[in-house]
């Protein structure tokens, strides 16, 4: 069993003026892995807040943390920068998995800047604001999750055996 982070990031969210569809349905399509949900927050669009709660919760040993929000192109839309200054090794092949699974059905896909990486032994990866895309990012990488978890516990099998 793996333990996860859903991070929101939205700033009407975390004024109260949203709800967070978006964080409702990570959670729905984490449940066939069999996943524990260890940890839910919504934060402001703010970098320094963003990246002080992924150390955190990396800091507690979460196996993989899914962040919603702030991966476009507007001034207020940093967690990816966010993500950048707290992970040790980036993993872009999540970032183009989700932006070719989403050209699929819109061309505005192109437009994400989502990163991923790793904080020690935790799994970090930036999914859009919307519940829509948040389905079908994780569409694209969800077969690979359970394997990229365990290999960066240290648990994993040979790949070619997968």
């Known amino acids: 069993m793996f333990t996860v982070g859903v991070l929101t990031v939205s700033d009407k969210g975390s004024r109260g003026e949203r709800l967070d569809e978006s964080g409702k349905a990570i959670q729905e399509c984490l449940a066939p892995l069999g996943v524990r949900n260890a940890r839910y927050g919504i934060v402001p669009d703010d970098r320094a807040v963003i990246s002080d709660r992924l150390r955190e919760w990396a800091g507690e040993g979460l196996d993989l943390i899914l962040t919603t929000g702030g991966t476009g192109?507007?001034?207020r839309d940093v967690t990816p920068?966010?993500?950048l200054d707290v992970v040790d090794r980036?993993?872009?092949g999540f970032g183009e998995a989700m932006r070719a699974q989403g050209s699929?059905?819109?061309?505005l896909a192109m437009l994400?800047?989502?990163a991923a990486g790793v904080r020690?032994?935790?799994l970090i990866i930036n999914l859009p604001?919307?519940?829509k895309a948040v389905r079908e990012c994780l569409e694209a990488i969800l077969p690979a999750?359970?394997?990229?978890?365990?290999?960066v516990r240290g648990q994993a099998a040979e790949c070619a055996q997968t």
């Not at 699929?104 to 061309?107: A, D, M, Q, V």
């Not at 999750?145 to 290999?151: C, G, Q, R, S």
């Open 90 to 92: 980036v993993a872009p």
């Open 112 to 114: 994400s800047r989502a």
């Open 129 to 131: 604001g919307s519940p």
């Open 120 to 122: 020690g032994r935790t």
């Open 73 to 75: 192109l507007a001034p």
């Open 145 to 151: 999750l359970p394997h990229a978890m365990e290999t």
């Open 104 to 107: 699929r059905y819109t061309p």
């Open 81 to 83: 920068e966010a993500t």
